[in-house]
């Protein structure tokens, strides 16, 4: 038999709090998370669990992006959104495929941030790789299929929200550095202010 879990509406929303809830109530050693429209294919689970399963790497993702990897279907607008939104991720983590939602991870990695995680939007890969503080990132090829079923959760609305969870992980990985250029911008800009009203007094 198999215990399906509902989350009522108090419990939380979205997509990424679901995945959390659902990493935080699985009892064994090794996590696994994938979409549930096939668009990631079940034949792929043993390569993605693999990397963990025999002690390579903190983190593996299920990756379109590297040799072997492939999506099918993809159209070329959501290519370029895609490409940006990875280019946007490259400093945080050392995949290739950031937005991925097909990944595992043990279950010792996962307690590591379990605490300090802030679900946001869907990317919960990409929150997880940085709060679990994952040294070693393993991409293994999948082919992403085209849903058989649903929509896609990708709006403007969660584009923004995408924006807001980057700009909070910069901050929890780089604090310093984020501090740091917000003191030169500073600098800059009363520097310039100085600069015009010298000019203008003269």
Known sequence: AID???????????????????LKMAQYPVLLVMDA????????????AGPILRGEADFAVGSRHVEGGAAEDFPLVRRIISWVATLLAYPLTASR???????????????????????????????????CEC?????????????????????MKQNLYYLQHLLILYWHKYPAALVAVFLLGLAILLAAASFLRAELEA
């Open 97 to 131: 495929d950031p937005m991925s939602g097909f990944f595992s991870l043990s279950k010792e990695t996962f307690e590591r941030g379990r605490d300090s995680l802030n679900p946001l939007g869907f990317k919960i890969g990409l929150e997880l790789m940085v709060r």
């Open 135 to 155: 040294k070693t990132v393993k991409d293994v090829p999948i082919r992403f299929r085209d849903r058989e079923a649903g929509e896609s959760k990708l709006t």
């Open 37 to 48: 429209d096939l668009q990631h294919e079940p034949e792929s689970v043993p390569e993605v």
């Open 4 to 22: 399906v879990k509902v989350r009522m509406p108090q419990e939380g929303k979205g997509l990424s709090s679901a995945v959390v809830t659902g």
